[in-house]
């Protein structure tokens, strides 16, 4: 069942990697510029699954931060939505 948009909680994060799980599932480890959580494992939300790999793909490429909206900030939870905004921060994320 879908999140409401009220319920997001929006982050800006460094991607430190992305890629698709076996069973096609997105994946994404992030780790937000404010130090809130590192490294943390997300899943994308399965409608926009391929979409979130494209972009989480670009950010890693790139050094960039994304806004991120995730259910929660917890291990698991999962992206619904990711959008470029910056290139990286003076610390770069961690690869």
């Known amino acids: 069942m879908p999140v409401s948009f009220e319920d997001l909680k929006f982050r800006d ?3 430190n990697q992305v890629g698709p799980m076996e069973n096609g599932a997105t994946i994404v480890l992030l780790t ?3 130090g809130e959580f590192t490294e943390v494992w997300f ?3 399965e409608p926009i699954s391929q979409e979130v790999l494209q972009t989480a793909l670009v950010a890693v490429q790139g050094n960039l931060v994304c806004n ?3 259910t ?6 999962e992206i619904y ?3 470029v905004t ?3 921060l003076e610390t770069g994320a961690k690869q």
């Open 43 to 45: 899943s994308a939300y």
């Open 86 to 88: 910056a290139s990286g």
């Open 68 to 70: 991120v909206a995730l």
């Open 32 to 34: 937000e510029t404010g």
């Open 13 to 15: 994060c460094y991607v």
């Open 72 to 77: 929660d900030t917890k291990a698991d939870s």
């Open 81 to 83: 939505r990711i959008q």
